[in-house]
């Protein structure tokens, strides 16, 4: 088998891995009851028109609160369709669901949303800093962008770990990168974070559970940060 043969027979082995399996796998270590309830807790703040960055088989949609009264979603894939759709009939909020990459510029106008979310999404942004920078664009002045997101360890034993394994967890995981400061991030990209809690999930490995949940603005209130 030449070069190029090899090539593109490993370029469909892992879109067949990214389209069928990947998902499931997601679904499996994402949609445990324990997330399920950080889900919920992350997303309580929203109300309105919400954007959802990050949708992927819409593991969210179960957990928004009944203030949200209408949900437009990007992801860069449609994953597990049918699940999706089953999802999108149960959710008492209409679902308008986008096929974009979140690291380009979104086809919203400025200030178009009452609130942004993320949730285990800003590990696999190409052009993270760009994603974020939109996020802030599209955000009302009063709204609420909401993330829950795994990243980088404040304990630099943990984080040097997460530097040495973070290029197989970023193969196998689909471009995730466990190792990426989200807070600094988030700052960065000229959000203010109005309150972030940092703890490590239960019953995960602190290489990859270590989590953020906060909310940031555009502006206003400073950070009020809390270590569980």
Not at 20 to 38: K, N
Not at 152 to 163: E, F, K, T, V, Y
């Amino acid at each position: 088998m030449t070069r190029p043969q090899e090539n593109r027979k490993l370029q469909i082995e892992m879109g067949f891995y990214s389209k069928h399996i990947f998902p499931r796998l997601v679904e499996l270590s994402l949609g445990r009851g324990p997330v399920r309830d950080e889900r919920r807790a992350a997303l309580a703040p929203l109300h309105g028109h919400v954007l959802e960055v990050g949708f992927g088989t819409g593991l969210n949609l179960p957990c928004y609160p009944s203030q949200v009264t209408r949900l437009t979603t990007i992801d860069s894939e449609m994953m597990l369709p049918g699940r999706v759709a089953d999802r999108i009939a149960r959710t008492r909020a209409p679902v308008r669901q986008l096929k974009l990459d979140a690291g380009g510029r979104l086809p919203f106008e400025d200030e178009s949303f009452d609130g942004v979310v993320t949730t285990f999404t800003l590990c696999s942004i190409g052009e993270v800093a760009t994603a974020l920078a939109e996020i802030r664009r599209v955000l009302k002045p009063a709204a609420d962008y909401v993330f829950l997101e795994h990243g980088r360890s404040d304990d630099p034993r943990i984080a040097r770990l997460q530097d040495r394994f973070n290029p197989i967890t970023k193969l196998i995981g689909c471009g995730c990168n466990m190792n990426r400061p989200i807070d600094k991030l988030i700052t960065a990209a000229g959000l203010q974070i109005a309150k972030l809690d940092r703890f490590v999930m239960p019953d995960s490995p602190r290489i990859l559970g270590e989590l953020y949940r906060g909310v940031a603005h555009r502006g206003g209130a400073g950070m009020e940060a809390v270590q569980e």
